[in-house]
């Protein structure tokens, strides 16, 4: 015994050494699954799924947190819906769409939570509060799968798998079955015992884990049984992925890896503490590339792999899915029979079938109400006319939107055109009105103003018996539903009958209990029978079922009547639940027929039938270059044709083409159809145009289409041989070197990538006859020079001449040169390497002109030498030619190009540069923009400016003619001369406002022209102009300035100017910034000047216009202090608003108003030491420097570290010539300050080097 159990412990010890080896999963040496790391899942119960790199986790206590692959939380699923239990022992998850969905075993349901938040969205399954009937509730289900719109649940307790809609719609039970006399059916291997897990690959197979035998089944898409895989230890769960299946098997603690046909294909993980080493095989997981994810409950991890991939099944070709049903909404309504108008209303009979109820957009929006009737049925024709039955007057009646009787029509009886118990009423396409009678036993037509035709005829009339329903199909055939033989008779559009179907099928059984009503939509027979309704196709045949007892989505209690509600969506009226239920069928089309594939030139034209199904919305089409796989998809396409375009030539491409829905799912894929695209072959050249010379033919045509182009070919032929004479991709060719006055034919053809060519246009061309010069100059342009902007002809040129060589010879190293006599001090030149023979190129002409030209008087015809050379044989050759250039003096202009009266406006010109310094040394307190232009404005009024139109080509004249040399004074002239036009005027102010450094802009309306300048100020949010004074522009307040009143007080300048820009702001207004024209057309150079004008003093400007300084400065003031004023409103103790106003007017020139403003922020906050400071800088402009020296000392004291307040009182004490006190000062600034000595190096050097 010990010897035994030594063997056994050195095998223990053997296997947990070698525990990491088994865990990888090895074959050969290699890895199959890679572990990567184990994330901690503390109180972990069971890994229930993953998605997207999100796992889903079981925690001991019922709850499911989902976590990211990093083991971080990323959201918790909400156990409880006030005081209702949603999940108490969840046992797996599916993820679809946007939807999660986790199926519970102890409340019996499965649960729906939004996959973007994890809020509840609602619950289904369970038959807790009669929510669904207890036939078809879930039993501690413990596997749920999703596939193309159903919910596939492994109802464990009850043995079995139901199936729901997306949201709960209780669809059926799989009928599982297995082939006839198969030992899977002679020994029910095949049912199930205990099916705990359920997965489906992308063909629809069913997989099915049963814990009772412990075996994992695999059925087909309709439940037949197909076999099962091989059996192991102890299968705990199973995955189906895109690859393969997953097993976790708990005897061997490993997970297996099989194909899709069951083999084995490898495993990995093994029993153990160490990493990748299970304790407990709690959950299994696999995430899209081969992500494997293995729950340990015992260890509290979830250990994560990236196992070898395997061959994944292919998604083409497939079948059409199982039809799905899916809740829309609840109407709250509890009527009987419903009609839909086929656009947005219902109309629904009451209760208590006195009225109609009309039903817009999922409420009850009005009622129509009738006099002293049952209505029994209503129906809706084409037109939107409403009919019903009424029961109590035995009548038919045509009714309005509004409930208006149009027509009535039948009597009490039971002979032709009467009714007994009239039950339903139906029109046709055509306008004929069917009315079933129940206790007639009959089906009457009537016109449709109510004329009787006749009675239903034909075998199936005689069998009538309690006609209850009827409904029209697309093709016109009628449906009736008899409640007695509980059975749907059909009949054609022509009224023979097709047959009965719906009672006992081939085993006996009734497939119709009690049925209630139909509809006959999209090539289905849906029957409302006793809480299901069950779809047949139009010859009979059962196709499915759905709907059970209860009061969930989709679950019905007594139910009255159905109604098509467009598209796929229907309506039930549920009596017993008291509400209108909205459902849609998620079809899954069937496979497109007829599918054809025609080769086209590079492409390939598909055309297919096309359906008559209302819910497809597009088709997908898919292609391959292989017809047994490998289809991608290429397009959609919502009618049925697609062109598929830009392929390879003489390539066989197949294809397949499947129906996709309104609600995403898509159907089944066609036959495969296939062709081959031809190759492109170019049409030939239309026609092809001639241009020759003595020794040269240039061919040209319209240039090909650009797709599938190769190129050109020119041939010439001698007797029948085409000999190609060149090759391009350009629509041109030229052949030099020819013979003059000779008769040459070409041949053009159009070459494809494709290699094909097109037939040869033949073109005939004669060269020409020698008689032009070797080098040919021709003028191309040649502008007028205006003097004034000279410069730029340097950089812009003054025109261009074209070469052209006419020989058959290349020119080399062709030299141009342009002189203007007088006005060029050298020619320019302009050089060229070679110019071909036959070969023409341009040439631009550059100017550099002497200041001499300034110097011009009058406009003067100046005569231009243009000379071409080019060498031949060492020899220059040289042609001339001498066209005549208007040279205009420098005071013209043409307003074509405005930016040209730039040159005019010169701001650095001296005599405009001692004007303004003689003006503005007088305001140095001014810093004011606004005052300083208006101080130059009444400036040149008392110099005696004034406003004279040019008498020969006024302003308001020649700036209309594009055409019209205009003339316009320079600044220094308008000096001179003290008067000038409008324009002379605003380009003197501006200079004058720019030597300042002052923005200006040239404003120009029609026939006027004025100016405005900068305030500096910035523009307010709210838009404020002062009532239209300042014109805002780009983020600033301008002044707006009219020129012509010069003479004036500025303020009136003002006014007016505003008045002209608000008045042509939006009609016609432009503006011209001189600085942006500046870099094309310079301010002239001027000569030195000899103008002296005499000093204009502040006394005489004040006398002149006294009040004129002080409005701009109010305005001004008014304007920068808006906002701080504002603030003061607002708050009258805001110290920094007193404070900011009183330094505005302080710099604005208005001392004693900022003394004010300073002196409240004082009285506000006494040791405010900037105010106190600024006081100090108002009596040092004032002079009052021993006031300012008290003021400075208490600021000191006020703030004893501001270094800028030392350096002031410095400079108080320096202005009193107290030299001591003020180098006492200015040590304390820099003390407290080093960079002061750098700041203020004049002041430190005067006072430290005083004694």
């Known amino acids: 015994m010990r010897n035994v159990l030594f063997v056994i412990s050195l095998l223990l010890f053997s296997a947990a050494a070698n525990a990491a080896d088994a865990g990888a999963g090895t074959t050969n040496g290699f890895s199959r699954a890679d572990f990567r790391n184990e994330l901690a899942a503390p109180k972990l119960h069971k890994l229930l799924g993953v998605y997207d790199g999100n796992l889903y986790i079981a925690r001991q206590d019922g709850s499911v947190d989902v976590m990211d692959k990093d083991g971080k939380s990323v959201m918790k699923l909400t156990a409880k819906s006030g005081d209702t239990d949603l999940i108490k022992r969840p046992e797996a998850v599916a993820v679809a769409s946007d939807t999660i969905y986790v199926v519970d075993s102890k409340t019996n349901q499965v649960v729906m939570y939004s996959l973007a938040t994890g809020k509840y969205q609602g619950r289904f399954g369970s038959k807790s509060g009669g929510t669904l009937d207890s036939d078809f509730a879930l039993d501690e289900p413990q596997g749920i799968a999703v596939h193309e719109g159903v919910v596939y649940v492994a109802d464990t307790g009850n ?721 001339s030619k001498n066209p005549t250039v208007n040279v205009y003096d420098k005071h013209r202009l043409t307003w074509d190009d405005r930016d040209r009266y730039a040159a005019f406006v010169t701001p650095k010109d001296t005599p405009v540069l001692n004007i303004v310094r003689s003006v503005v040394t007088q305001f140095k307190e001014t810093k004011d923009q606004a005052q300083l232009s208006a101080a130059v404005f009444d400036m040149l009024g008392v110099y005696g400016m004034t406003y004279i139109p040019d008498p020969t080509n006024p302003y308001q004249i020649t700036s209309g003619k594009a055409d019209t040399v205009d003339y316009v004074q320079f600044p220094r002239e308008t000096l001179e001369r003290k008067s000038g036009d409008c324009d002379d005027l605003v380009a003197l102010y501006s200079s004058a406002l720019e030597s300042m450094g002052i923005n200006t802009r040239v404003l120009e309306v029609p026939g006027h022209m004025f100016m405005m300048f900068s305030t500096g100020i910035a523009a307010d949010d709210d838009g404020y102009t002062m009532d239209n004074m300042y014109a805002i522009y780009q983020n600033q307040l301008w002044i707006p300035v009219e020129t012509t009143l010069l003479g004036n007080a500025f303020i009136k300048a003002w006014e007016n100017g505003a008045a002209t820009y608000y008045k042509w702001k939006d009609k016609g207004l432009t503006v011209l910034d001189v600085h942006t024209s500046w870099e094309t057309y310079k301010p002239a150079s001027l000569p030195a000047s000899n103008l002296k004008q005499g000093d204009i003093t502040r006394a005489e400007i004040e006398k002149r216009f006294p009040a004129d300084h002080m409005s701009v400065l109010k305005i001004s003031s008014q304007t920068k202090t808006r906002r701080y004023l504002g603030a003061i409103k607002k708050n009258p103790s805001d110290v920094d608003a007193h404070l900011q106003i009183g330094i505005i007017l302080a710099k604005a020139g208005d001392r004693a108003e900022a003394m004010k403003y300073f002196d409240k922020v004082l009285s506000l906050e006494p040791k405010n030491a900037a105010a106190m400071n600024n006081r100090g800088n108002i009596f040092m402009i004032e002079d009052k420097h021993q006031e300012a020296q008290k003021a400075y000392l208490e600021a000191t004291k006020m703030s004893p570290k501001d270094a800028n307040i030392w350096v002031n009182l410095a400079k108080a004490y320096k202005a009193t010539n107290d030299i001591k006190k003020a180098k006492a000062a200015f040590i304390k600034a820099k003390s407290l300050d080093p960079a002061v000595k750098e700041e203020h190096r004049a002041l430190e050097l005067e006072l430290l080097n005083a004694l």
Not at 614 to 643: A, D, H, L, M, P
Not at 742 to 764: A, H, I, L, N, R
Request: hydrophobic letters at 35%; one cysteine or more; glycine letters at 8%.
């Open 159 to 879: 043995e079995r798998i139901q199936m729901f809609g997306i949201n709960g719609v209780f669809l059926s039970t799989l009928a599982l079955s297995a082939t006839p006399s198969s030992a899977a059916e002679k020994e029910k291997t095949y049912k199930l015992g205990e099916p705990t897990d359920i997965a489906l690959d992308v063909e629809g197979r069913v997989y099915v884990r049963d814990a009772d035998d412990r075996s994992i089944k695999v059925y087909g898409p309709n439940g037949l049984y197909l076999r099962s895989m091989p059996k192991t230890g102890k299968p705990v769960a199973m995955r189906v992925a895109e690859d393969g299946i997953y097993v976790a098997d708990e005897t061997g603690s490993d997970i297996l890896k099989y194909d899709f046909d069951g083999n084995l294909a490898y495993s990995f993980g093994s029993g153990g503490e160490g990493k990748a080493q299970f304790k407990s095989l709690s959950g299994l997981a696999v995430d899209k590339a081969q992500q494997v994810y293995v729950g340990d409950a015992k260890k509290s991890l979830v250990d994560a792999y990236v196992v070898e991939a395997g061959k994944p099944l292919p998604l083409l070709p497939r079948a059409a899915g199982r039809t799905s049903v899916k809740w829309l909404e609840s109407i709250p309504a509890e009527v009987e029979q419903l009609a839909w108008d086929g656009k947005e209303t219902l109309y629904a009979i009451s209760k208590d079938k006195k009225s109609l109820l009309v039903i817009r957009k999922g409420v009850v929006a009005s009622e129509i109400k009738l006099d002293n009737v049952q209505l029994s049925a209503v129906t809706v024709d084409k037109s939107g006319a409403i009919w019903v039955l009424d029961k109590k007057k035995y009548q038919g009646a045509k009714l309005d939107e509004t409930g208006k009787v149009l027509m009535r029509f039948g009597s009490e009886g039971s002979g032709a055109g009467q009714f007994d118990n009239p039950s339903a009423i139906a029109v046709s396409a055509s306008g004929m009105v069917f009315v079933a009678d129940r206790s007639n036993h009959n089906v009457q037509i009537f016109r449709e103003d109510g004329v009787f035709l006749n009675a239903l005829n034909g075998d199936n009339a005689k069998k009538l018996s309690a006609p209850v329903a009827m409904s029209f199909d697309q093709q016109g055939n009628l449906y009736i539903l008899d409640a007695s033989r509980g059975s749907v008779l059909a009949y054609s559009s022509t009224g023979q009958s097709l047959g009965e179907f719906g009672g006992k099928n081939k085993e006996g059984d009734r497939q119709l209990s009690r049925p209630v009503s139909l509809i006959a939509i999209n090539d289905e027979v849906m029957v409302l029978d006793a809480n299901q309704v069950k779809v047949f196709t139009p010859k009979g045949q059962l196709v499915r079922s759905f709907g059970a007892k209860g009061s969930g989505v989709g679950a019905f209690d007594d139910p009255v009547s159905i109604a098509y509600g467009g598209g796929s969506s229907f309506l039930v009226s549920d009596c017993g639940n008291k509400r209108v239920q909205v459902l849609a069928t998620l079809y899954k089309p069937e496979a497109p027929q007829q599918v054809v594939a025609q080769g086209k030139v590079h492409s390939i034209e598909l055309h297919w039938a096309e359906a008559t199904a209302s819910y497809i919305r597009q088709y997908r089409i898919y292609r391959s270059k292989n017809e047994s796989g490998g289809f991608v998809q290429v397009g959609t396409t919502q009618n049925n044709q697609f062109i598929d375009q830009d392929l390879d030539a003489d390539t066989h491409y197949y294809y397949r083409v499947s129906g996709e829905t309104y609600f995403g799912f898509e159907g089944a894929t066609s036959p495969i159809a296939g062709a081959l695209p031809t190759k492109f072959v170019p049409p030939t050249l239309a026609a092809v145009q001639v241009a020759t010379t003595p020794w040269q033919v240039k061919l040209d045509w319209a240039a090909a289409d650009a797709k599938y182009f190769g190129g050109y070919r020119i041939y010439q032929k001698e007797g029948d041989v085409f000999t190609k004479i060149g090759e391009v991709t350009q629509p041109e060719f030229i052949k030099d070197a020819l013979t003059p006055e000779t008769k040459y034919t070409y041949y053009v053809s159009t070459f494809s990538t494709d290699g094909t060519e097109s037939e040869k246009f033949p073109v005939e061309a004669t060269t020409q006859v020698f008689n032009r010069p070797p080098l040919e100059i021709e003028v191309v342009q040649l502008r007028d020079v205006f003097s004034n902007s000279y410069k730029i002809y340097e950089r812009d040129g003054i025109g261009r001449v074209k070469l052209t060589n006419n020989t058959n010879k290349s020119m080399e190293r062709v030299k141009v040169t342009f002189q203007l006599r007088d006005f060029m001090d050298f020619p320019t030149e302009t050089k060229l390497d070679k110019l071909l023979p036959g070969e023409s190129e341009e040439v631009p002409l550059k100017a550099v002109f002497n200041n001499s030209i300034l110097t011009l008087t009058e406009d003067s015809a100046v005569q231009a030498m243009i000379e071409a050379s080019y060498f031949e044989n060492g020899k220059r050759i040289t042609f």
